[in-house]
Nanobody, 123 residues
């Protein structure tokens, strides 16, 4: 089982940027596709972005396409989420997790989550 620690969240103004990081423990990290998910207060958790194990395939939710970029560094057991042109509706707790990817969908591979990192975007 992979254990994950997210960081990099904080307060940003609309139009600003943040970069999230997710460090994984375990030697099998590089074999997993990974995803970023988020949950806003009172809402269900939703998928944001996913990346396959090589980094050569990525999927994005329509709401973040063109603004967010997911990447990974398997040598550092880390997956990143670069968030640009932030909007108030991006405010949520962001989680990373192993994921199943399809051409248009990202779903969590396991029902296991870290503590997440809070992103708050002010207007």
């Amino acid at each position: 089982q992979v254990q994950l620690v997210e960081s990099g969240g904080g307060l940003a103004q609309a139009g600003g940027s943040l970069r999230l990081s997710c460090v994984a423990s375990g030697r099998t990290f590089s074999t997993y596709a990974m995803g970023w998910f988020r949950q806003a207060p009172g809402k269900e958790r939703e998928s944001v972005a996913g990346i396959n194990w090589t980094g050569g395939f990525t999927v994005y939710a329509d709401s973040v396409k063109g603004r967010f970029t997911i990447s990974r560094d398997n040598a550092k057991n880390t997956v990143y989420l670069q968030m640009n042109s932030l909007k108030p509706e991006d405010t949520a707790v962001y989680y990373c997790a192993p994921a199943n990817l399809r051409s248009r969908s990202i779903t969590p591979a396991f029902d296991s989550w870290g503590q997440g990192t809070q992103v708050t975007v002010s207007s």
